[in-house]
């Protein structure tokens, strides 16, 4: 008997990876949120799987590395990186990555008393709790919600790019703060459990 999957997953063994394993599960590591983040914004205007084959090449590139390393490359740096075809070609996303991880930084400085790092805030815009939301089917998801269009403004204000609400709707899903598995997938409530 095959498992039940959400309807967008396809039998690509690393698109099923994804929304196996990682897709929906509540992350609170700051690297991951990180590295979610600057993705959602690079698949702007392309696939999800796309982004997913480059993965790799990313990490390669920019989240084998602390925050404060990316934070410090250069735009001679970035540009040299539009060589690498392992990578989306787009100076401005990739420009992006740099400029959420000083972005990233200041939040960082920002935060406390009130929130103890930028996981604690980001997750805020939830209270705290992954929204396990009753979807049917995915296209019934919403594109974006009320905590979305806030987190994104919030985001924008800070200095992060490629922020909009429709990505971070997307980063809420893909980190867990949202659970949008289908109701009949058999990842729907292993996913709230992790």
């Not at 039940?4 to 997953?9: A, E, N």
């Not at 040299?80 to 960082?108: C, E, F, V």
């Not at 920002?110 to 997750?123: A, C, E, F, G, T």
Request: with cysteine; hydrophobic share 40%.
């Amino acid at each position: 008997m095959s498992i039940q999957r959400c309807g967008w997953c396809s039998n690509d063994p690393l698109y099923m990876a994804y929304h196996d394993h990682e897709w929906g599960i509540p992350s609170h590591h700051e690297t991951h949120l990180f590295e979610m983040l600057c993705l959602e914004g690079q698949q702007a205007g392309l696939s999800w799987i796309t982004v997913l084959k480059k993965r790799d090449s990313y990490r390669q590139h920019f989240f084998q590395y602390p925050i404060a390393e990316i934070a410090q490359f250069s735009d001679a740096d970035l540009e040299n990186k539009l060589q690498d075809a392992g990578l989306i070609r787009h100076i401005g996303k990739l420009k992006a990555i740099r400029d959420n991880a000083i972005a990233w930084q200041h939040l960082t400085q920002q935060l406390k008393p009130q929130h103890s790092n930028v996981s604690d805030w980001l997750w805020s815009f939830v209270n705290h709790q992954a929204v396990v939301n009753d979807v049917a089917d995915y296209r019934q998801a919403p594109a974006q919600t009320e905590s979305s269009l806030a987190l994104s403004k919030a985001l924008k204000n800070k200095g992060f790019k490629f922020v909009g609400p429709t990505i971070c709707y997307a980063f809420m899903q893909a980190v867990g703060m949202v659970n949008d598995h289908e109701n009949h997938c058999a990842f729907k409530t292993s996913s709230s459990l992790k």
